[in-house]
């Protein structure tokens, strides 16, 4: 996506970061503690997070001191080196990874409502779009409608779906599924689960289960295992996010619905504070509007 794009689909974010600290430094010339101070609550409220905030700011303020830099007009670029530091946490793209192992399997996992399934088919998409070979598993049979929306997305990619009635169990349904042809044939398997999150001690169960008969087809798999998040939802994205990783063993993030919020800041703190790579970022309702994580335009697009 170029970096324009971009910048209009984060407006609410930008508005809500690099606005309102814009608004607070109209007028000054020179920093002082007192308005690094409110830079941290304007962070804080932006859903980066008290503890985020507070890392970034007390870099900034070395930065500041050190560099004996007190103008005003250094501070967004300093800002902007800040957080892209203290967010770094990168991983080789998906892109570059799935010619890895053949199938290259990646399980999805994430509650009801963040955008599971619609990013399982903008993900298809991409894959196909490289050329490969996708095939989709609705591992979610809980509900009734969660198959047959796969189904659709799987249409909009032009990719092949493998799916049982509701009430089927998941894992069965996942094990059938890699012993026939079609996964064998296949570049890229993308596994969908139940969206839900009841008891850790249930979860953790069933996602070993899956993960057990993902494992007895093809030994070293799963290959990547993604947890969906919501950015719209804010610090509730973060809990989910630290919630999952105590069950799961998350290897990657994709953050939807980022160009309909004002709380896109979560992804820098998700990242700080859960140490795992986001891959993607959700920007749009379009089959093209999943787009490859990159630090540093993210920062620049909320900040500039």
């Known amino acids: 996506m170029f970096f324009q794009e971009l910048k209009e689909k984060l407006i609410r ?20 503690e007192g308005t690094l101070d409110q830079i941290e609550e304007i962070l804080i409220t932006a859903d980066i997070g008290i503890t ?15 560099e004996k830099s007190f103008e005003i ?6 800002l902007e080196e800040e957080i892209e530091k203290i967010s770094g946490v990168t ?23 963040v955008g599971k399934t619609t990013t399982i088919g903008k993900l298809a998409n991409r894959f196909t779009g490289d050329g490969r070979k996708v095939l989709l598993i609705a ?9 047959g929306q796969l189904e659709i997305w799987a249409q909009r990619s032009g990719v092949e779906i493998i799916r049982q009635p509701e009430g089927f169990d998941p894992a069965a349904v996942i094990f059938d599924a890699l012993a026939s042809d079609k996964a064998k044939s296949a570049n890229v398997i993308l596994i969908d689960t139940a969206g839900r999150l009841h008891t850790k001690v249930n979860l953790m169960e069933e ?3 899956i993960t057990r008969v993902i494992a007895k087809q093809f030994p ?16 509730n994205a973060l809990r989910q996010a630290k919630e999952f990783s105590q069950v799961a063993d998350i290897s990657g993030l994709i953050i939807t619905k980022l160009d309909g919020t004002a709380k896109g800041g979560v992804v820098l703190a998700i990242q700080q504070e859960i140490k795992i790579p986001v891959y993607y970022i959700g920007v749009g309702e379009g089959i093209d509007d999943l787009q490859q994580f ?11």
């Open 139 to 147: 591992g979610d049979t809980f509900r009734a409608a969660a198959g």
């Open 73 to 78: 007009s250094h501070v967004y670029e300093l």
């Open 13 to 32: 974010t930008r508005e809500n970061i690099f606005g309102k600290i814009s608004e607070l430094l109209d007028g000054k010339t020179i920093l002082d």
């Open 294 to 304: 990159d630090i540093h335009d993210f920062v620049k697009a909320i900040l500039e």
């Open 52 to 66: 985020t905030s507070h890392q970034i700011l007390e870099r900034l303020k070395q930065r500041v001191r050190k």
């Open 207 to 209: 996602l070993k289960k």
């Open 91 to 113: 991983a080789k793209p998906l892109e570059e990874r799935v010619s890895e192992y053949k199938p290259f399997i990646i399980l999805i996992v994430g509650v009801n409502g």
């Open 220 to 235: 070293s798999a799963p290959h990547e295992t993604l947890l969906i998040l919501d950015g719209t939802t804010g610090q």
